[in-house]
């Protein structure tokens, strides 16, 4: 069954066609990349009627530091968000997703909104306190990403993930950044972990480990911990982990988190004595 | 762009030329190319954005046509293999012999050829980088390394035409 497909210059047009053709039962779908809807549809565990495209909204594609915060527009593709480089942690991020030439077409939101579970763009969004802007209908949004995020992105029926918002603070904190595949430096990837150190504090948030990315406070506490050995500290931090650990073709759970044991590892070289 | 009820008429800019066609607003850019343009240069390998066969130009940049609707393309200019016409990194290909069956050679020209055409000084790490967006089951990388490092050389000294 093909689908129709209709192109927004505005926020409300593509809202109100949302609206539309959800009521027409046309299973509607923001299109920005649209490399998961082709993809997805292709293997028949999506079946559109409607696709929206929302990649020339302005709104959308907005990069720029506006007074305390960098405003990034959800349809920002990920080589453009590397180019731009005034956030080095989520460009660091965002250049170890897919390849180069699929980064020219896969957006900010989309990898964010997606329902691949890796979603590694929301990672350095975690780590910062973000704020999100979604809109519905006539009407405007803003959450702290802790707030709409669990697991995934909880967005309402018909909403527009629209822009991130990152405090300036955040941009210039030292951080790492690793993602490890199965082989090699190309394939599918096995784990992901951001870290950033902000106030004296290590944030740790990952992607990967369990079905969904998430960043652990109760991790953060025992990595945080003063007079600990970073042996002591790793081997806690592991015992905080309460998601089921994913156990696949990639990897197994045991191999997975000896591959999360190393990264903290390194995690803590890197940024302890910073 | 003229709306019909399940198709629509586009107008392409394709190597050049400006090329109507009408198809259905789900139709890929890949299989518009193929099958109503029979520019079939432009190779189905995975149909899932992994392997590159691909890969075309959209204002000189390089994009996965299976992953991009027909629609999205009137945009942009788009260069398919068939449109190279005797690039210096098709003659670096020869030269190198950066192939064996072929098949994605094209993908891999139309990702090189942006390359130079971008960043005529790239990095061992940019070539890398660009590169494992596609990929060959013959194995020719080290050759195909070396045809993108030669066309390189040719662009660092104005020699490309």
């Not at chain 1, 709104?59 to 180019?83: F, M, P, Q, R, W």
């Not at chain 1, 603070?169 to 951001?194: C, D, E, F, N, S």
């Not at chain 2, 030329?17 to 850019?29: A, F, G, Y």
């Not at chain 2, 299976?66 to 999205?72: D, G, P, Q, T």
Request: aromatic share 10%; proline share 4%; net charge negative.
């Amino acid at each position: 069954m093909s689908f129709q497909y209709f192109y927004s210059q505005a926020i409300e047009e593509a809202t109100a066609r949302y609206a539309k053709e959800q009521q027409k039962q046309n299973r509607p779908f923001y299109y920005a990349g649209g490399t998961e809807i082709l993809t997805l549809r292709r293997l028949n565990i999506i079946y559109p009627k409607a696709v929206i495209d929302i990649k020339h909204i302005p709104a959308c594609n907005i990069y720029k530091l506006h007074e305390d915060y960098l405003v990034l527009g959800s349809a920002l593709s990920l080589t453009e968000i590397e180019e731009k480089n005034f956030f080095p942690l989520l460009s660091d991020v965002s250049t170890e997703i897919a390849d180069h030439t699929a980064r020219n077409k896969i957006t900010f939101g989309g990898n964010i909104c997606g329902q691949i579970f890796y979603r590694e763009a929301i990672l350095p969004l975690l780590l910062t306190d973000s704020l999100l802007v979604f809109a519905k209908d006539q009407h405007l949004r803003t959450e702290l990403i802790h707030d709409v995020f669990d697991e995934q992105l909880l967005l309402q029926e018909g909403e527009l993930f629209i822009q991130a918002f990152v405090e300036k603070k955040y941009l210039a904190a030292p951080y790492v950044t690793i993602k490890k595949r199965k082989q090699w430096t190309v394939g599918y990837p096995l784990l992901t972990i951001a870290a950033l150190k902000i106030d004296s504090r290590i944030r740790v948030a990952i992607s990967g480990l369990c079905a969904f990315p998430f960043r652990s406070t109760s991790l953060e506490e025992v990595l945080n911990q003063p007079n600990q050995t970073r042996e002591e500290k790793i081997a806690a931090a592991l015992k905080t982990i309460a998601f089921p650990i994913l156990d696949d073709v990639e990897g197994s759970s045991e191999y997975r988190l000896f591959v999360l044991q190393n990264l903290l590892d390194e995690v803590l070289e890197q940024l302890e004595e910073k | 762009m003229k709306q019909k009820p399940n198709k629509i008429v586009l107008e392409l800019m394709i190597n050049g030329e400006k090329r109507e066609v009408v198809v259905t607003q789900d139709k890929t850019l890949l299989s518009t190319l193929r099958d109503e343009l029979y520019l079939t240069g432009a190779k189905p390998g995975c149909y899932n954005g992994d392997c590159g066969a691909c890969t075309v130009l959209m204002d000189n940049k390089p994009m996965k046509s299976c992953l991009m609707l027909s629609i999205e393309a009137a945009k942009f200019s788009i260069t398919t293999i068939e449109g190279l016409k005797d690039a210096p990194i098709q003659q670096a290909f020869i030269e190198e012999f950066a192939f064996q069956c072929g098949y994605c050679t094209p993908g891999f020209i139309m990702n090189c050829h942006g390359l130079c055409l971008a960043k005529p000084e790239a990095t061992e790490e940019e070539i890398q980088k660009w590169l494992s967006s596609n990929i060959c089951r013959c194995t020719s990388y080290e050759e195909i390394e070396k045809a993108v490092k030669k066309t390189l050389a040719l662009y660092q000294k104005g020699e490309q035409r």
